[in-house]
Nanobody, 125 residues
Framework: VQLQAFGGGLVQTGDSITLSCSVS????????IGWLRQDRGKERELVAA????????YYPDAVKGRFTISRDNAKNTVILRINSLKPEDAATYYC???????????????????WGQGTQVTVSS
């Protein structure tokens, strides 16, 4: 499976941004999808995840209420909406996938098998 993340850019503090992840290839397999981010000098962190049919989602406490993940399997697309952007949200955002059981929403420690190329989000204050 191939993933491509796009939608990043330069935004201001307090703005919103929508990132998209296009999934292609073996889309007949059930995949859990995660959005992860990494800024220079920082560890990569999972910021949102969703199970194969969108019925289960996961957010770490640090982003709950501001990040929303959704998916449209008919369009093979996973969306990450970020509201009320903060300077600390600046990072390269990656979408990643892993074939999963239906109930699995996320994989800890970045244990995804397929990765997109990343899209950069820059937040100006």
């Amino acid at each position: 499976v191939q993933l491509q993340a796009f939608g990043g850019g330069l935004v201001q503090t307090g703005d919103s941004i929508t990132l998209s992840c296009s999934v292609s290839g073996r889309t007949d397999i059930n995949y859990a999808i995660g959005w992860l981010r990494q800024d220079r000098g920082k560890e990569r962190e999972l910021v949102a995840a969703i199970n194969y049919n969108g019925g289960r989602t996961y957010y770490p406490d640090a982003v709950k209420g501001r990040f929303t993940i959704s998916r449209d399997n008919a369009k093979n697309t996973v969306i990450l909406r970020i509201n009320s952007l903060k300077p600390e949200d600046a990072a390269t955002y990656y979408c990643a996938a892993r074939a999963s059981f239906p109930g699995v929403a996320y994989y800890a420690n970045g244990k995804y098998h397929y990765w997109g190329q990343g899209t950069q989000v820059t937040v100006s204050s």
